[in-house]
């Protein structure tokens, strides 16, 4: 019996410290990798696996938008709200859009990643050419700045794809054991 407790704390130990280990992870986000949206002010939500450090001017993080052509519809300055980084756009090209971001982790490591979403204008609207959502100190520049490459959050899915194996393999040592048949026997 203490085996197998000591087989369950090994395994709620590596299923549930393995983030402690690892830094901040991107866990939710809006819009969601290839979603379809409808043209107007598009908001980019990134929210993390835990606070973010915010910069004094913004610096060290960017959420660059980029159109199909590659040409940037935003100046790449990101809001930063506790574990939550934000950008808006206001756009109304029907397309394919890419977003790079890069945010300073809470152990002061940054990180990064980049994914797409789609427009469609259906409604014949019309963008602000004027819209800027924030300012930073440093906006983002094609010239010096390449935007962060494609960068999977295999540690994130990792984690979750482990996490039935892990509860199959804590029911097959914790579940009671069937006494054998001849104890069955013996009982009748
Ligand atoms: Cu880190």
């Known amino acids: 019996m203490k085996f197998r407790l000591f087989a369950a704390s090994v395994l709620f130990g590596l299923v549930f410290g393995t983030p402690a280990i690892a830094h ?10 290839g979603q379809q949206l409808e ?3 598009v908001e980019i939500l990134l929210d993390f696996s835990d606070d973010l450090i915010e910069l004094e001017d913004a610096a060290g993080s960017e959420i660059v938008i980029l159109d199909a052509s590659g040409n940037p519809v935003n100046n790449g300055c990101a809001v930063i709200d506790g574990r939550r ?3 808006k756009a206001d756009i109304d090209q029907a397309g394919s859009y890419q977003v790079g971001w890069r945010v300073v982790s809470g152990d002061g490591h940054p990180i990064s990643g980049s ?8 409604s014949g609207y019309v963008a602000d050419p004027n819209y800027i959502f924030t300012d930073c100190a440093n906006p983002y520049n ?3 700045t390449s935007i962060p490459a494609e960068s999977p959050q295999y540690l994130y899915w990792l984690l979750w794809a482990s996490l039935p194996i892990a509860a199959l393999a804590l029911f097959l040592v914790l579940r009671p054991r069937k006494s054998s048949p001849n104890k ?4 009748k």
Not at 115 to 122: A, G, P, W, Y
């Open 39 to 41: 043209a107007g002010v």
């Open 115 to 122: 994914f797409s979403f789609e427009v469609t204008n259906d």
């Open 142 to 144: 094609p010239e010096t």
């Open 85 to 87: 980084a934000i950008a």
């Open 24 to 33: 901040e992870q991107l866990v939710d986000q809006q819009p969601t990798p």
């Open 184 to 187: 069955a026997d013996d009982q």
